[in-house]
Every structure is written in C-alpha cells, then in structure tokens.
C-alpha cells in the first residue's frame, strides 16, 4: 500500500496547471459507444478511473489507447453488453455505460453499483428515466438487465437532479426515436461538455446547463473527435492549497467561469483571488476566517469541495458551520482531521467548525476520494509530519498530486 508523507508549514509558491475534468472525461468516454467508428478525446486526465473506464470498455470489445492526455476509442464492434460487478464496484461511474449501450446494441446488462464509501447513491432514477422510454427492466442476481428494440421519447422528471443520471439519459435519448424532455436536469459543466460532445456527433440538444434539457433523437451519430473541458474540483483544491498555506499560487489551464461558487466562499474567507478566464492567482491570508457553507447542486458549492473547504475552515479564527445536503455520510474526513488536532462536531448533516488553533501532522487514512484530498492540505498546512495511508483513492481523481505539489515548495513524497 503506498503512503504519501508530509512535512507542513510551507508557504506554497509558484505556478500549477489543471488537468482536465474525470467527470467530463468519464460520460464522454462513454458516449462513444453510440457511434461505430474510430473516436479520439483530448485533454484526459491520467487517473484510476480512466483506466478503470478503459477497461470496462475493452470488455464490451471497444479498442481503447491512451497516450498522454488523448484517448482513442475505436468502438466498430460491440462483442458485449455486460459491465460486470468488479468493476462496477470499483468505480459507480461504471454505470455511464447503461443509457449508450442500451441505445445502440437494444440491451445492457450492468452490476447494481453497491454502496460506496460517501452513500448508498442508488440508481432509481436512471432506471425510471430508461423505463419512461420504452426499456423493460429485469433485476435478477444483483445485475439490472435493460431491453428495448428502440428507445421512444419521453418527458422525464428527476424528483432529485442526478448529475449521471442526466448524462445517461442524455446519451439513451440522443438515439431515441422523437424528442425527450429532462425536467429538474443536472446543470453541472460536466453535463453540458457532454451535451457538447454528442452536439458534435450530430446529436440535437438544446437547454443543457439548465434545468430543462431536450434531445430531438437522431437514427445515428457520427464518431466524436473532442476536447474536454479542465478539472473544477482539481483547481478548487489547489485554491484551498495556496490559502491553506499562506501561499501565493497560479492556477492555470482552469475555466474560472465554472467555480463561482468556491472562489466567493474562498474570498469571503479572506483568500485573495485574482481571476481571468483561464487561470486564478491566489494569495493566502495570514489570518482565515469562517465562513458557512451548505452544498448544493451546480451551481451552488459542489459537495466535492466539502472536505476541501473543511480543512481550510479548520486552520480558520472563529467557528463556521458545513452542511451537507447531497450525500448522506460524506464527513468521513472529520475523524481523520481530528487526529490532527481539528475542534470538529459533527450533528447529522451539519459540522461545527472550531478553527483556531494549528493543526498537528500525524498519521491518517485516506476513506474516499475527496476526503483524502483533504487531508494532503491538512497535512500542508500542519505542523510537523503527516502519512496518510490508503492514498489509492487519491489517485482516482487526482494526477499523481505530489507531482504538482513539489514544484510549488511542497515537502510531500509518496512511498511504497
Ligand atoms: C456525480 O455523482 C459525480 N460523479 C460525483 O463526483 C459528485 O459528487 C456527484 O455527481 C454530485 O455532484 C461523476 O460525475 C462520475 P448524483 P452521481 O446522481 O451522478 C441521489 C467525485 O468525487 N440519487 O448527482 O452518482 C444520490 O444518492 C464523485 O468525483 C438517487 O437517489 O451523483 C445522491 O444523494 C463523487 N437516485 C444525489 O442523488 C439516483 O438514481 C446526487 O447524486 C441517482 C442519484
């Protein structure tokens, strides 16, 4: 098991770039399904996940290559339509495969997901969405198998506005004879770059980025050839990082237009942040102050964020309260970030956090993807020396994170 070690109290300097966004990358991988041919995406990431992605879609017979930030796809020939359970339960973004091949091959059959650390995060909705639309669904050995000859239009409402549940019946419409309505849609960025991406396929979408999204199904699309858009959550972490440390970092290769929400909480606590379309420049202040924060759907603070702004609220003068409204055991970070000293209290979705003293480096687990991100900046910011364990979740969202922290000052080696 690898482990990330930390020496804190470095004022990070310096300049960083953002890798492009695992969430984009993810349904717009998935969509190639729809089209036989050879695509190509640009800007990826180099992540667990991807690979994990990559691998599912090899198992259905799609020739996947990544070189770099580029994937190529080529997805002629579908040999299967079953994404099974250990990968699924790697990585519940598995379930993007559900709406693209049920579209283009009339049938999937994909692993319930299981829980996962943050929530049971059912699929109801996307399975309801597909149902509305002419699929017949059967549930048999933990495995949801979804058959139509061809999907039909529909008006679908999403009583809560999954973000992969949006995607999936995005890309199950896209292909669907007559038009479907999405009412109470994700508006995440991540669902309009794939809104983009199948727009350049030839899909006919309008309204993504809304509430109310409607595709005029088409008979077929064309390969995609597309660059996706840079990683919101990868450069709201390195914000916090520089404000953490009373650093003086630039952020660039972001899309600043998509993190209005972190940048006025971030400055509200003091972080300067200087912002141009495509980069930030951010100082950290020598005194942080509390600032409330309750995540909501895009485009409200990203539940994403959470841990991340918590740790920073951790280190601040005066106590601020963190709701938690999407998912429902998403504070696993807090124990951790205890045993370095952090006054938090937790009463169901609501953290208490009394900042003010500095925390301590000390040895701690990672439990999930953004929890563990969280505590590399704890770690930045404490006194003495951090090992945080388990840092595989890290590497599903975040490109080898010691490898763009060094250059800005960073004590943090990773060891086997
Ligand atoms: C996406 O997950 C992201 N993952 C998550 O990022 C992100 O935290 C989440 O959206 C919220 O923004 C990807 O895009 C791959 P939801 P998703 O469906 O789509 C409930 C990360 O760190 N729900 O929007 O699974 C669900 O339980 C990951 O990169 C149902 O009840 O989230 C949750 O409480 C973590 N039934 C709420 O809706 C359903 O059918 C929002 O979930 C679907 C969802």
């Known amino acids: 098991m690898e482990k990330i070690i930390i020496d804190g109290g470095v004022k990070l300097k310096g300049e960083v770039p953002v890798s492009g966004a695992k969430n984009a990358a993810l349904p717009i991988m998935a969509a190639s399904i729809l089209s036989p041919g050879q695509s ?11 690979t994990t992605m990559g691998d599912l879609l090899t198992r259905l017979g799609i020739g996947f290559q990544a070189e770099g930030g580029r994937v190529s796809l080529n997805t002629e020939n579908i040999s299967s339509v079953e ?86 019946i995005m890309m199950a419409a896209a292909l669907a004879d007559g038009v479907t309505v999405i ?9 309009v770059d794939l809104a983009d991406a199948l727009i350049s396929m030839g899909a006919e979408i309008q309204g993504a980025g809304t509430n109310v999204i409607k595709i005029k199904g088409k008979d077929s699309l064309r390969p995609l050839d597309y660059k996706i858009i840079p990683d919101r959550i990868e450069a709201g972490t390195f914000v916090v990082a520089a404000g953490i440390t009373r650093g003086e970092v630039r952020i660039k290769d972001c899309n600043s237009g998509h993190m209005d929400a972190v940048i006025d909480k971030l ?72 045993r370095m000293g952090a006054d938090i209290k937790v009463e169901g979705a609501t953290a208490t956090v009394r900042g003010g003293k500095a925390l301590k480096g000390a040895p701690v687990m990672a439990t999930d993807l953004r929890a563990s991100a969280s505590l590399v900046l ?13 840092v595989y979740h890290l590497d599903r969202g975040y490109q080898r994170i010691e490898e763009k922290l060094k250059p800005l000052g960073a004590k943090i080696t990773r060891v086997k």
């Open 83 to 168: 994404a099974q359970y250990d990968l699924v339960r790697t990585m519940r973004a598995s379930v993007l495969v559900l709406g693209p091949l049920l579209a283009r091959m009339g049938e999937a059959i994909i692993s319930l997901p299981g829980g996962c650390a943050i929530g049971a995060r059912p699929i109801n909705l996307h399975v309801m969405g597909l149902n509305k639309m002419g699929a017949e669904i059967t549930l048999s050995e933990g495995y949801i198998k979804v058959r139509a000859k061809r999907l039909k239009g529909a008006n679908i409402y999403f009583d809560i506005p999954t973000v992969t549940g949006t995607e999936n």
């Open 183 to 191: 009412e109470n849609a994700a508006c995440e960025p991540e669902v």
């Open 378 to 390: 704890a770690g930045l910011a404490a006194e003495g020396t951090t090992v945080i364990d388990r």
């Open 267 to 338: 400055s509200q606590a003091g972080v300067k942040i200087d912002q141009e379309k495509d980069a930030l420049t951010v100082k950290g202040p020598d005194m942080l102050k509390p600032v409330d924060i309750r995540t909501t759907p895009y485009p409200g603070f990203p539940t994403d964020m959470q841990a991340q702004f918590m740790a920073l609220m951790a280190v601040s003068h005066g106590t601020s309260l963190i709701t938690e409204n999407i998912f429902e055991n998403r504070f696993m970070h807090v124990a951790e970030m205890r």
């Open 40 to 50: 190509s995406i640009a800007n990826i990431p180099q992540l667990r996940d991807i």
